[in-house]
C-alpha cells in the first residue's frame, strides 16, 4: 500500500529534522542526502576532515529503522572483510559461508579511498546489481540497500583515489564545507549533544522502498529529458573535458530530479530540480583534459565547466 502524499511529505519533514539535528547549518546538503536515498542511490561525501562527513552518513542510517553496518577502510583491508568468507565447519564437515558486513541495508565505507583499490572494487557488483557473487554463488542484497562512503581529498597522504568505474557508480557526491559563524557556534556549544550516532529511527525500511516507488512516478516532460540529455551531450564534446558523463549517469540525473521533486511536495519536475542537481550527479563523473587541469585543482574546475554548460543550454519554457 502507497503512502498518502501527506503522509509521505510527513514523513519526510520528520526524516529531515532528524538529519538537520546531526548536522547543524547545512540544510541543502542534507536535502541532497535524502534525495540520493530516495533515488536508490549510493552517496559519496568528499571534504577535509572534521567537518562531519561520518555524523552525516551515521545520522542517514540510522535515521531508517533496519539494518546499518560500518567499515573504517584502512590500506591493509581485503575484499574479504568486505563480503565475507567461506570456511570449513568440522561439525557438520561442509563449507559455509560467512557474510561480510555488505549484507546490510546502509553501508557506511568510512575514508574508502584509504582502501586499495583492490578492495573497493569489492563494491562495485553490490552498488550496481544489487547482489554480492562469490565463488559461483550470487547472494541478492536486503533493499533497501545504500552505500554511503566518506573520502579525504586525494592530495592528503596516504590515499587511493577511487577509479572511474568506481564513481559512475554513486549517484552524488556531496562536500560539507565549513560551517558559518552561527552554526559553528552552535556545535562548540553544543560538543555533547546530537550525534550521527543517537539520532533516533523516524521512517522505516518498508517506507523507504513506498517512497522509492513514489519517486519513479513524479512526471517528468519530454522537453525536461531532453535538456537533460543536451547537457550529457555537451559534458561529451567541451574541449576542457577529457570524459564527459555516461549513460549511466544521465539516469542518475533523472531520478534524482524526480526524487527532490518528491521531496519538495511536487509530483512534477521542473528547469530548476535540474540546475541544482547538474552539479553533484555530474562533477565526479566527468575528467578535466590534462592541459586544463594545470590552471585549476580539477574537482573545482570541473564544476565550473559544468557551471558553464548550464548557462550555454536553453532552459525549456
Known amino acids: ?35 540520493c536515498m530516495l533515488a536508490h542511490g549510493h552517496l559519496l561525501i568528499e571534504d577535509v576532515p572534521g567537518v562531519g562527513k561520518t555524523t552525516l552518513a551515521q ?10 553496518h560500518r567499515l573504517q577502510c584502512t590500506s591493509d583491508m ?7 568468507v567461506t570456511i570449513y565447519n568440522a561439525h557438520t564437515q561442509e563449507f559455509e559461508f560467512k557474510q561480510g558486513p555488505i549484507f546490510t541495508n546502509f553501508l557506511l565505507a568510512d575514508e574508502i579511498n584509504r582502501a586499495t583499490p583492490k578492495t573497493q572494487s569489492a563494491l562495485l557488483e553490490a552498488m550496481n546489481e544489487m ?25 592528503h597522504h596516504g590515499t587511493y583515489p577511487l577509479p572511474e568505474s568506481q564513481l559512475d557508480r554513486f549517484l552524488m557526491r556531496l562536500r560539507i564545507g565549513y ?27 518498508e517506507e523507504v522502498l513506498q517512497l522509492q516507488e513514489q519517486v519513479s512516478r513524479v512526471s517528468v516532460d519530454d522537453a525536461l529529458v531532453n535538456y537533460m540529455l543536451t547537457i550529457v551531450e555537451k559534458t561529451r ?18 531520478r534524482a530530479t524526480q526524487a527532490l521533486a518528491l ?5 512534477y519536475v521542473i528547469p530548476d530540480d535540474v ?8 562533477a565526479h563523473r566527468v575528467a578535466v583534459s590534462a592541459r586544463a587541469s594545470l590552471a585549476q585543482r580539477s574537482t573545482e574546475l570541473s564544476e565550473r565547466i559544468l557551471q558553464e554548460i548550464l548557462t550555454l543550454v536553453e532552459v525549456p519554457l
Do not use: W
Open 263 to 267: 521531496v519538495e511536495g511536487r509530483d
Open 1 to 35: 500500500m502507497m503512502l498518502a502524499a501527506p503522509v509521505a511529505l510527513s514523513r519526510l519533514n520528520q526524516l529531515e529534522v532528524a538529519l538537520n539535528s546531526a548536522i547543524r547549518g547545512k540544510p541543502e546538503v542534507v536535502r541532497l542526502s535524502m534525495v
Open 78 to 84: 581485503l575484499p574479504s572483510d568486505v563480503l565475507g
Open 59 to 68: 545520522a542517514m542510517a540510522r535515521s531508517v529503522h533496519c539494518r546499518f
Open 275 to 282: 540546475k541544482r542537481l547538474v552539479i553533484p550527479v555530474f
Open 131 to 155: 547482489q554480492v557473487t562469490i565463488e559461483s554463488h550470487s547472494y541478492a542484497l536486503e533493499q533497501p540497500f545504500m552505500v554511503m562512503a566518506t573520502q579525504n581529498p586525494v592530495e
Open 179 to 205: 560551517p558559518d559563524r552561527e552554526a559553528e557556534r552552535e556545535i562548540v556549544r553544543n560538543a555533547d549533544g546530537i550525534h550521527g550516532e543517537n539520532i533516533r529511527a523516524v521512517i522505516s525500511a
Open 237 to 254: 564534446t567541451h574541449e576542457s573535458l577529457a570524459l564527459g558523463v555516461s549513460p549511466r549517469a544521465a539516469q542518475a540525473l533523472f
